[in-house]
């Protein structure tokens, strides 16, 4: 089972512009192969199909735990792609009549890559790529076997990062960088992870190859806060009482990696104190949340209320 | 963010018998058009591109916390799948040397339909329909529109009800009888759910067409005890302390559906008492978790040991 | 525009017994590469997108009219998948509480092929092959090139043949050869025509590849009556008054194909006779078209009588 | 069985200038999840699996008979994009040698967003969005439980307004405004007949939920001249003789919708008058029909005598 | 640039029966995510796209033979497929009139799992898995990056290794096993040929992960002549000239892997000596080649006589 | 069996600019419907399915050995790629810590029509359209009927050489010209063989439609050399010692296409001569090879020294 809290992992500063192509190149991190969607779907279904759990304890609960954090990356990534595609609120457009729809409001947005994603989601963010394909089932790697399985996480977190640094090379807006700079840590924190658990069933120090691609995270400005913190020596559990063996593998002596900032791995209970969901104030004049939406907002002020 | 919580929503009976067909049947409940990939994605995203959320908390609320109901639901179908293709366990398996290979002991698997669920996943549940098709993008539906937006997810419950109602009539072992069974209860508090914010919106009373298919719950055995208990009537927070507001959509002194056992609707804080997760006892010889498993065992026991 | 006639191009003889794997042979004459969704959309799309229109009028008006054809070809063999999926007619199915579900009433439909056709379809037809796959773009060409566009339209042609003969030699039930008599006359008749087509424009006598595969119809028994009304000579302008141009090619002294039965050959104003549509008998255990659908027949009867 | 008949459902203006992102914007109302492929093939694939059609006639004929218009529909946007992507007709390019090839004559194509449309089809329309996706099964709802396809149909109808409304507000060519102008209008007939027929079966005023998204047709100048001449009341049968007993849905002393236009609706026998289809003069440097066509068309004029 | 010889990598025993579902099983290593096309195009691609070639000669070298010989595993797995589905050689059906088609000939072909491969192929191997789902882009890993492209390759060996495992021990066929067996063995290689030029470049002993899964070639009898010949020892550089380079990381000292026969790594000059190609007999009923070849047999040998 | 020889089938000029939309447009050569990896696959997979080898040895042969040429299509198409995505090769840039990657050093990736293949490759090639849509097995036909697939393949180049003539009038960058002319010429010789193939078997003049489109390969100036060194009339076995047997198609007194330069139809044993692979220099700032690479330089070295 699974619960929500209403809160992002980290805050992300609100964008300073629309930019819908900007959002598209986000969107490579949430659908594409080396994507969250990869990464949450992958371990979700390794962990729903998880031979001998009991007996293989601490893998189990490595990949279980980490499937809680990814669903907070997904989030966290979509919520950058809307407010990129939504750019600075407005709190203006909030309301209304939803203004003249016959001048062409919207036409910059027939020449952004994704325009189907205007047309469809109204600027929302989907399960495809920076091209606008879909994530599929091709990009889930579930094989039953504890190595292959592992190997391929670690694998995966390598890949991912090299896309995360492309696309971090790419964006110009605060949004957008602190979408990638958050997530190079965390992802640094589950290659790391993943290699310590093979390593611990095949005596390789395969964690010896990271950071790859080759290039330490104090090179990346939007990193450093979250270096600071110790963000990457922290593994959390994401679960109010479970997965407590994966301290068998993110602990036991093991260190943070060369090139960071020194430290001992430390599991942590909870999850971390995350920063408030961005409000994407209406575009009436693209019917999101429609047209004209006070009487709706009224309803649902009265709702409210009676709580 | 997201936490989660080491067991199922209900717990599952082990099957009677290996049954990979009857397991490719549930396949279509979880990633087939209407199935819980479909369910969970729409309001995953739906929540996560939502405009005006603090004007239209209520609203909001509802799609995000049955968002949270909805992965537990993706992985009690898994759970089925996998139960369903491993058969019985048996502890005898789940060591060992993994036995002789070379005498073609899955000749069994080379006439089942989804052989490629063999073949690359040892049985393990993934996101593809009855036929081995991969759910995609084309299955989200996120407008931004809050209406529409709604009225597809109404449309979508009653649809996937119809679904499960036809592979329940399909299938024969408990296992795969109790995921239908409780999905369709849970099934129907989302269609009501989903009809009564409608009905605050818009004012069209389309609760009324529930049930769709025209057929109450009480026909179905595997749905008693869930009704027994209330079910039908409660709708569960799936949060520590976020999304109250849906209470002003379920209840506000709405009951339960005609035909159902009467009652009112009742916001419930925390989430069901939920069931253990079932063991998937390995299979050596098929290289799960690997071939000759024990010295993994013992590692994964020392490590256990160490927390 | 389209106008719609209540009729098939020709009668089909209802089926045996219900053979869902019978019924997914002729899907792959639906949704396959070479089946009528391609044909259909093939012309339907060259047509649209036909250059110097007035200028070409013969070769415009050849495809044009060729489409109309094509949506009762669509028609005729969804007729049969849905048929075949559905078995002999029973008065007494169509009517009553639908039965008690319970007891897996439709357990058999765990082993068929398309077991995604009997969720989500109910046994109707949808575009898709015979193992399930969808027909999409990949399959349609339409260059804007008139050569290229005729050239690749007489190879899919004789690739339909190919496909039609193969589903034929699979298919015992007399509903599922009638199609594939009907179809593999009237895909002579196409073939030949672009044949006819291409010899006007590039002087190559390319009709004289036919038939491709060589067999003649002759061979075939469900063939005989259609050739005995010279339907093989025969193109029909399936439009009130438009297209009249193409007995420029399909005519002028050009005569039937050698092995076939001899005669000139003829256009026709008007299109083929044809038979009626099989009433599909509802199954109310199956929900379609509901589970108690006594209700909704009598607001029928009602509306009906309203006219 | 279909008919064709050689005109357009509207006539279009022609495009003021060459636009291909234009015209892929129009796509998304062809080959879009909410497109024309979607509301055809839905509609289609229906109407051949309905069950027990003559106990259900009204409800059948409404299906069976939109899908003739919603073929019209598909044709009308399909030459809307090939027209822009044309641009204006130019007699003198329709002839002659095709010019020079080797200077880079379509340099321009190398950005626009639909390249391939370009390569492959020569600026001709395709079953895709506008992102290039094609078209496919997993966008065809065809359950054969009739309350679950016409609330399908309703929603679908909903959300291709919506989409119709955003793919307005990004176009400024006269050609894509006037063709988004004429959908909107009928699409809202559409939207209004499913919702009757619902209502009908359920009881349950959903028409009230209309217009969705919230806005009124009068807002929107292109849809003027269609309103004036009662089109929003109008179900046309596109039939000569079949499908009367939609008069028993669409007509009963039922009303337009507050908001259009008022008066009673009406049940056409025939089809609209409609508008001739647009010349695409050939570009015989991008090989359509040819390079050098003066010959074809010699031919054709040949043939053309011949009649 | 390549050449091709008509020869197999190895010679492959004749089946014994026909059997399209153990073709089938095939077909996941011939289309499937981890199957030949994966392995084949992840390195024809990388080789392309390799940077600074010359400054990293043994690491592209590498990558470039492995592809040559990717090419011929392809061949020869696709060979297998059509070896099962054709049966036994009847050198009485590759003639004649090719028999009475209206008695449903075929009838047996509408019961396999992919019945597309009949009525598409007539039995040929083509580029889809076990389910008939293609082979595509996204599994293809090209990033640029010498690091993740080595491991994403060892990775994908280790699972084609579980993959080619698993379907040998589905099959019976001595045509089919003996595919997987020589495949096993020749996979090993790859896998510890990327292990080693991983090892090169990071220092991490990752060969020591092997064998994954965790079973020697020992166990498999089909193995067995291929190892005694040293194959688990040789790599071919498939080129008459290039590519030495590979020496430096193949070989230097390097053996076999612990529990596989032991000795040096050795570098091969040219290639294998292959087997023949085995005679698809022609199947005159299937139209393949044709429904009555002898003509054009005729015509081949006349053509044959002139060279 | 595969050989491989590490030079390209001609030597490509350097780009003069980096231009990936321009790589974008020879994607479409690529992956497109007609482009080389249709063509290879096609030709790859009738080659290992074609029925009756021995019997019919000139068609075989001539599929089989144009197999071997079509992969050196899809290298030289991606090499070309590759290059124009690089731009012009820079040694500065080739080594180094990286640089700083914090000032979006990529920021102009963001509007590329491509941006996965940025993200994912690199820049690299992958076998994907010019819209980044995937090849898949839609697009290869392989029938198991001679007649079929030699139509097929016929109909398959003159789409090809269309496709080819369409980029090659959108690209200006000299090695995307000189891709397009290179392969212009090969593809019509290859067009060629298959109209002799099937004037042999059906006595039809189908060669007479060439050159479809109607322009003769001299209006192409990059064709010129190829003209003037004969390669319209050659045709190489590409293998050291099979395939001879195509001489009975290609020669036997058949000359050059009317409007090429004139002359006999000639087999050469070899392959051509070919030119040298383009260095593609790293970019370490995107992580191509990595990010600071010289350390692998090193290794590189010293293992090459080794040999």
Redesign the interface.
Known sequence: ?????????TELPPPKRQDP??A??LQ?LL????GEMSTL?NY???S????????????YSLV??I??EE??H??LV??GV?MLNNGPDSEAD?AGD?G???G????D???I????G???????????????????????????????DL??N??LE??AR??K????????DPTAREVCGYLLVRGSVHAHAYALA?K???????H??LP????PLG????CQKYLAEGSHRRLYR????????I???W??GETALPGDPPGELEVIAG??E?GK?H?????P?????????EE??E?????????
Request: glycine share 8%.
């Open positions: 089972m699974f619960l929500r809290i209403d809160k992002l992992q192509n900007e598209a190149a490579e659908g594409g192969k080396y779907s979700l279904f390794q729903f199909n998880f031979r001998s759990k009991s007996k293989l304890r601490p893998f279980a735990s499937t809680a669903l907070g997904l989030e979509s919520n809307a909030d939803g003249d729809i016959s062409a409001p919207f036409a947005m027939k020449d890559r994704l325009a189907a205007f047309f469809s989601h109204g600027g929302g963010a989907v399960p495809v790529n920076s091209n606008g394909l879909s994530w599929n089932n091709d990009m889930v790697t579930t094989t039953g076997n504890v190595v292959v190997l391929h670690f694998h390598c890949g090299l896309h640094l492309r696309v971090y090379e790419t964006v110009k093979l611990n069933i095949t005596g390789v120090d395969i010896k190859m790859t691609p080759n290039i090179n990346i400005p939007e994401f679960s109010p009482n479970d997965y407590e063996e301290a068998g593998i602990g036991n999850m971390p995350g969901i409000q994407l104030t209406g575009v004049s693209a019917f999101t949340p429609d047209y004209a939406p709706m907002f309803i649902a002020k009265k709702l409210t209320a009676k709580v």
